[in-house]
């Protein structure tokens, strides 16, 4: 049991958030949240977990969450929020305690992200600049960002339009992540980290729809969008520019050069990571 740790979680109603504030739960970690009070997805948060309203933009909103906290689950809003406050954050957080679990991007672990893009390399440094005792989990991307990206199309019919069909990845399931990062809040061992997590092999994302229309029982299509084509619709849609290039950059680097797996889950809790065909056959509804 942990009943002595306090464990304050950032991000609680997103793609990771959830699923490791229910494992905290489960380990029996006195588990806290924070959200806009106007979130519409507080309904994610699973029950057991003390909710705090605050916002990132505003550091003074998150003293009282912190009161006595012994860890903090870190994800960063980085398309809504951008990195202004992110000093003032640190040092509040650090008035309270020093560990955190940051999830932040195998792009810093490649070098693809500079730190000066502010983004995850940002925040790393920002992170080990304040002394704190962190854990970097350097991701690939969700297998849930599949339904984020092609559910809408896919529901609609056969059809999928998005660029680089050939990119290979190695997409992680988000509880094998939300896990990982548990194991670093509860247990000893973990500080100084850079876990670089993935899932178990490369797929390219033609293999990828292929493995969600096995799942679905339909055969779906891909028609592979021209680069600039997808930009704009990025754009578009909510991405900032340096963002979108970024991620169709490597996208275009994935044609050639697969998606690096590695064996951290195991090596980290002693089991093989869920495949994406596993987290296809679990979501298949969320296609339909």
């Known amino acids: 049991m942990n009943d002595e740790k306090t464990v304050l979680v950032f991000g609680p109603t997103g793609n990771i958030g959830p699923h490791a504030v229910s494992r905290l739960i489960g380990e029996g970690v006195d588990t806290r949240v924070l959200a806009l009070e106007d979130d519409p997805k507080l309904g994610r948060v699973p029950e057991g977990a003390t909710v705090f309203h605050g916002d990132l933009a505003d550091p003074d909103s998150l003293d009282e ?24 954050v640190l040092k509040k957080i650090k008035q309270h305690t020093n560990r955190v679990v940051f999830v932040s991007s195998i792009g810093v672990h490649i070098g693809l992200e500079p730190v000066d ?14 002394g704190m005792d962190w854990t970097f989990l350097q991701t690939t991307g969700f ?19 998005f660029p680089y069909g050939s990119a290979a990845r190695s997409p992680i399931h988000e509880e094998d992540l939300a896990e990982v990062a548990v194991r670093a809040l509860t247990e000893d061992g973990h500080d100084g980290k850079r876990y670089v997590v993935t899932g178990p092999e490369a797929l390219t994302q033609l293999e990828q729809m292929r493995i969600i229309g096995d799942a679905l029982g339909r055969d779906l299509e891909w028609i592979d969008v021209p680069h600039e084509s997808a930009r704009d619709a990025m754009v578009t849609g909510g991405w900032p520019e340096a963002y979108a290039d970024g991620a169709l950059e490597y996208f275009a680097m994935l044609v050639n050069e697969p998606e690096k797996v590695t064996g951290t889950v195991e090596e980290v809790l002693g089991k093989p990571p869920r495949g994406f065909r596993d987290w296809a056959s679990e979501h298949v509804a969320e296609f339909r």
């Open 143 to 161: 297998c849930c960002n599949a339904i984020t990206a092609w559910g809408d199309q896919i529901r609609a019919g056969g059809e999928l339009r």
């Open 65 to 88: 969450c912190l009161e006595g906290v012994t860890g903090v689950f870190l994800m960063w809003p980085f398309f809504t929020l951008g990195v202004e406050t992110v000093p003032a």
């Open 117 to 130: 893009n502010n983004c995850h390399a940002y925040l790393e440094e920002m992170i080990e600049g304040e």
